[in-house]
Nanobody, 125 residues
Framework: QVQLVESGGGLVQPGGSLRLSCAAS????????MGWFRQAPGKERYFVAH????????YYAESVKGRFTISRDNAKNTVFLQMNSLKPEDTAVYYC??????????????????WGQGTQVTVSS
């Protein structure tokens, strides 16, 4: 069983930055493919970013390309989401997700076995 705990959310003004963290436990972190999703009130959960187990590939939703960066530190069992140039439409609960096998359909939430509780990000002036 894998436990995921997100942190780093909060209130930020448009144009600002936040860095989300997701700490994993329960399994060798370097064996996990990791992703970030987000869900706004009344909407479905949408893909944000994915990083492969050894960081050789990263994938992004079109809406965040060039503004968000996913990274991981396998020594610290943590994946990060650096969010820059934030917009009000980025407001959502952000979820960390993990899977012990290579993920081919990275943008499909069903591809991930484990999920964190989420952290709220609010972009507002």
């Amino acid at each position: 069983q894998v436990q995921l705990v997100e942190s780093g959310g909060g209130l930020v003004q448009p144009g600002g930055s936040l860095r989300l963290s997701c700490a994993a436990s329960g399994r060798t972190f370097s064996s996990l493919a990791m992703g970030w999703f987000r869900q706004a009130p009344g909407k479905e959960r949408y893909f944000v970013a994915h990083i492969t187990r050894n960081s050789d590939n990263a994938y992004y939703a079109e809406s965040v390309k060039g503004r968000f960066t996913i990274s991981r530190d396998n020594a610290k069992n943590t994946v990060f989401l650096q969010m820059n140039s934030l917009k009000p439409e980025d407001t959502a609960v952000y979820y960390c997700a993990a899977d012990p096998f290579p993920v081919t359909r990275v943008s499909w939430s069903g591809a991930y076995d484990y999920w964190g509780q989420g952290t709220q990000v609010t972009v507002s002036s």
